[in-house]
């Protein structure tokens, strides 16, 4: 069997839901689970958190029903509304709450014959100008939703579009034009992402929707996941397959990109792109080997990595290599290859086994 392994520790995850509760105290939680539960697993995160969550999001009607099948009473929020109109009823069937976030939703709605009415998360575009209404369009919307059949609760929810830069003045902003609108009835009201539940408490509201940190990687640039008390999911673990002594001037990988400036031991480990390793990711990059930190060497292939273990002679095949994980922050990774850890953690691909840890 390739040595290559996803272990996730779902207890790690219970922790970090309750974290975030705790940040947000006698506020209602959404555990975020979209694309695979950010790539851990939807069915086992959402298993893990049954008795836990308030609630779960999710970006679309499959997605969804995932979740309902593996939970019948929990609240499921579909974040970004119903995509075309015949999806309403099998909302209703599968008793979600609806986000509606432009007047084509909306209206398709109010056209929708319901069996049940749903709960409605009206949504405020309140500066990230991707989906929503303007406030003086929810000030519109608010009486004709209120009244209508096919709602339940109305509720008001938005989104950030800088939260994870602390003291960026679009966060303020942002919670001030929700704040504007809550002299209109709204049953319930959601704001705050990972970020803002862990550093804006004026945007805790009833409810709040953490994703990334309950995988226990960091929204921020500048504060880990340890400094934020939260605990890394997902280990991605492979194994060195393979060592040799490389010359002075002799190149590695693909491309021939990496040259030895001293002699070097390189090794070969079994993880590549195509398991979702950035392939961007430069040579320096750190891998983690006997708990050491060891630079990548050259281009990512499809199926392994190399890496410069001339500072570690220690190391020898079939030693087990942590690309990123309980000591080796994804975060880390992530800076390295110019990106952040969502996606790192989402593009673990098909092909890497996941085994869960309770
Ligand atoms: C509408 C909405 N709410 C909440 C989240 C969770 O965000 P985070 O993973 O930053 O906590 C997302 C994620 O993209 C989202 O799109």
């Known amino acids: 069997m390739r040595p290559l392994v996803a272990t996730v520790d779902l ?60 939970h019948a009473d929990a609240r499921i929020l579909l974040l970004e509304g119903c995509f075309e109109p015949s999806e309403y009823l099998i909302a209703a069937q599968l008793r979600l709450d609806v986000a509606v976030q432009g007047p084509e939703q909306a209206h398709a709605l109010l056209e929708t014959q319901l069996p049940s009415a749903l709960n409605v998360w009206l949504k405020l575009d ?28 109305l509720n008001l929810m938005s989104h950030f579009a800088c939260a ?29 992402n990972s970020a803002a539940v862990l550093t ?32 890394p999911a997902l280990n991605l673990e492979a194994q060195l397959i393979a060592v040799r002594d490389v010359p002075v001037g002799e190149s590695v990988g693909y491309g021939a990109r990496w040259v030895a400036q001293r002699p ?40 392994m990595l190399a890496v410069d273990l001339t500072d570690l002679p220690s190391a020898s095949v079939g ?11 994804v975060d880390e990774v992530a800076a390295h290859a110019g990106t952040i850890g969502y996606e790192l953690l989402t593009k673990i691909t098909a092909r890497v086994p996941r085994r869960y840890r309770n």
């Open 11 to 70: 207890s790690a995850i219970r922790h970090n839901y309750a974290v975030a509760k705790r940040c947000a105290p006698g506020r209602q939680a959404f555990a975020v689970v979209k694309a695979n539960a950010y790539g851990h697993g939807a069915r086992e995160v959402v298993s893990a958190l049954h008795d836990e969550a308030d609630g779960f999001a999710v970006a679309c009607l499959e997605e969804a029903a995932e979740v309902r099948a593996l």
């Open 126 to 153: 309140s500066g990230m100008h991707r989906l929503g209404f303007s406030a003086s369009a929810i000030r519109d919307w608010h009486p004709r939703l209120k009244q209508a059949k096919q709602v339940a609760e």
């Open 164 to 192: 994870d830069v602390r003291g960026d003045s679009l966060n303020e902003d942002q919670v001030e034009c929700f704040l504007g609108l809550l002299d209109l009835d709204f049953d319930q009201r959601s704001l705050a």
């Open 200 to 231: 804006i408490p004026a945007a805790h509201m009833d409810w709040v929707r953490p994703g990334i940190m309950l995988y226990g990687a960091t929204p921020f640039a500048d504060i880990s996941a340890v400094e934020l008390g939260l605990r």
């Open 264 to 303: 070097s031991r390189i090794g070969t480990v079994s993880c590549g792109y195509a398991d979702g390793y950035p392939r961007h990711a430069p040579s320096g990059t750190p891998v983690l080997l006997g708990g050491k930190r060891v630079p990548l060497a050259g281009r990512v292939s499809m199926d």
């Open 319 to 329: 030693e087990s290599v942590e690309l990123w994980g309980a000591h080796l922050p």
